[in-house]
């Protein structure tokens, strides 16, 4: 059965960082791509970066230049640096495990209980 547990949520203040972890139980980790999603209060879950199994990476424009996403296959865990945070990054941020294919990320549809962060101003 696959796993996925995130943690390293938290209250910040605006222009502070946070990284976040979660760690996938799931055969051979190193061959799927992974994602990270986020949903504000009264919103709905929205995908914000993704990395393949090459490493390759890509953000959307809210989060690009400020957060990091990247992998270590050895610990089968994933990780999002998140720099100069804002109010608005304010959400429950949950990882995702999946493929790249085609150019697109597709989601296996298992999640975890997801990890809160708050940003105050």
């Known amino acids: 059965q696959v796993q996925l547990v995130e943690s390293g949520g938290g209250l910040v203040q605006e222009g502070e960082s946070l990284t976040l972890s979660c760690v996938v139980s799931?055969?051979?980790?190193?061959?799927?791509?992974l994602a990270w999603y986020r949903q504000a209060p009264g919103k709905s879950r929205s995908r914000i970066s993704h990395?393949?199994?090459?490493?390759?990476?890509d953000y959307v424009n809210e989060v690009k230049g400020r957060f990091t996403m990247s992998r270590d296959n050895g610990k089968n865990t994933v990780y999002l640096q998140m720099n100069s945070l804002k109010p608005e990054d304010t959400a429950v941020y949950y990882c995702?495990?999946?493929?790249?294919?085609?150019?697109?990320?597709?989601?296996?549809?298992?999640w975890g209980q997801g990890t809160q962060v708050t940003v105050s101003s």
């Open positions: 995702s495990v999946g493929e790249y294919i085609d150019g697109s990320y597709r989601s296996r549809g298992y």
């Open positions: 799931i055969n051979v980790f190193a061959r799927y791509a």
């Open positions: 990395i393949t199994m090459t490493g390759d990476t």
